[in-house]
């Protein structure tokens, strides 16, 4: 039995968000969520591994919710979805996506 490739936990999120790429954007839907990374339903043959991303997001914030594009690059394709693996968050974005974990789906 393979163990947990990500550091912190994963939460299931069912939320539309959208990437980025140089050859364009595409809508899909996030299977889940943690602060290392993604995976999402999607398959889009433009998407290889180590592909550099952006992912836009929504997350809570105290005025309700606020976007977030997170740099990323893609880590791992396959029939169950696209894994992407976050680049550095800016401090702001990070506490939005504490919170959003934390608290859980909304």
């Known amino acids: 039995m393979v ?8 939460k299931p999120v069912d ?6 790429h140089e050859q364009g954007h ?8 943690s602060m290392q990374g993604a ?4 398959g889009w043959g433009a998407l290889t591994r ?3 991303v952006e992912l ?5 914030s105290i005025k309700g ?4 594009r997170l740099p990323a690059q893609v880590s791992r394709v396959s029939t169950a979805g696209t894994a992407i693996k976050f680049s550095e ?10 919170r959003y974990l934390e608290a859980g789906q909304r």
Not at 39 to 42: A, F, G, K, T, V
Not at 89 to 98: C, D, F, G, P
């Open 15 to 20: 939320q539309e968000v959208m990437i980025y």
């Open 39 to 42: 995976m999402l339903d999607l």
């Open 3 to 10: 163990g947990e490739r990500r550091a912190s936990t994963r």
């Open 26 to 33: 595409r809508l899909c839907k996030i299977r889940d969520l």
């Open 65 to 68: 919710r606020s976007s977030h």
């Open 50 to 52: 180590e592909v550099p």
């Open 89 to 98: 968050l800016n401090s702001y974005t990070r506490e939005a996506m504490q």
């Open 56 to 60: 836009a997001i929504s997350l809570p």
